[in-house]
């Protein structure tokens, strides 16, 4: 029976080894983004009238149209998550005045609880 505890102690010891090692892994970059609404975006409800795109990237820097975030609104340059009067919301500014709204996100489409109802789908990277 010792013999055999000998015998296999070394075993379980390799396999947890392997698992560890195979869970690991690499980052690679089609490991998702820590928040999930980074990356590019295209809006289709409503109907832009041209490609109305939305870069949000990691470090909180913007670009893209306003126009299908609030109407009227212009080029946008930061975003984040929350501000004090809605800390779960979507929020971004063009300069110093954050404007937030309430978002889902469902697989590769952004909602977002405007008055245009607006929806964006995620822009896949060409491999």
Known sequence: M???RVLALPAVALAVVMIAASCAGDSSEDAPPANPLVGEWVR?????STADTLKL???GSASGDGDGLESGM????RWKIGIEVMPDGFCWA????????????????????N??????VRVKKQK
């Open 2 to 4: 010792s013999q055999l």
């Open 44 to 48: 289709f409800n409503p109907p832009p």
């Open 57 to 59: 990237r990691a470090d």
């Open 74 to 77: 212009g080029r946008v340059a």
């Open 94 to 113: 063009e300069t110093s005045q954050w404007q937030c709204q309430a978002y889902l996100i469902r697989g590769d489409t952004l909602s977002l609880a």
């Open 115 to 120: 008055e245009r109802a607006s929806r964006y």
